[in-house]
């Protein structure tokens, strides 16, 4: 199975309700989000599964890669991609709902410590991610084996001239 974790892209500080889940991409994060979704197409073309943070900006950041790979589903919004969640959570969701590729959208520090697990197997590893930056990592078998293999660990800009 192939896991791709993709950080949200450059948010506003503060949203309008002042709750920090309706916090929405800047106008700067939109357009790295276009540009990123493009170059992480040409790596990975399509996705079987895709599971995002509830928190607003998440689902803004996965909406231009699912058009961008034609995805035909309806993304997954997942509470265990929120970024105080521990990242066996979502590695047991994806265990329950298994599928060829993966894609995770999500936060810090959250993909931080769900980087370090896959590529560790063990909790406490974090790995600090860039805003729109995305890892992929090749599994087999359980997840929660910490049998994972990286593929690729790109910054945005190295995305965007893929694109």
Known sequence: MLIVLLRHAE???RSSTGLDADRRLTAAGEKRARQVAKGLAKLVPSFDRVFV???VRAHQTAAPVLE???FRGKPVEAPALRPSASPGDILKLIREHPAGSVLLV????HLGGLFGRLLG???GLDVPMKKAGAAAFEVEGDPLSGHAE???Y???KVLERLA
């Open 150 to 152: 990286l593929q690729f």
């Open 11 to 13: 948010a506003e500080e």
């Open 121 to 123: 197997g063990v909790d």
């Open 106 to 109: 999500g936060h810090q520090p």
């Open 68 to 70: 961008a790979v034609g």
């Open 53 to 55: 943070s509830p928190l």
């Open 154 to 156: 790109l910054p945005p």
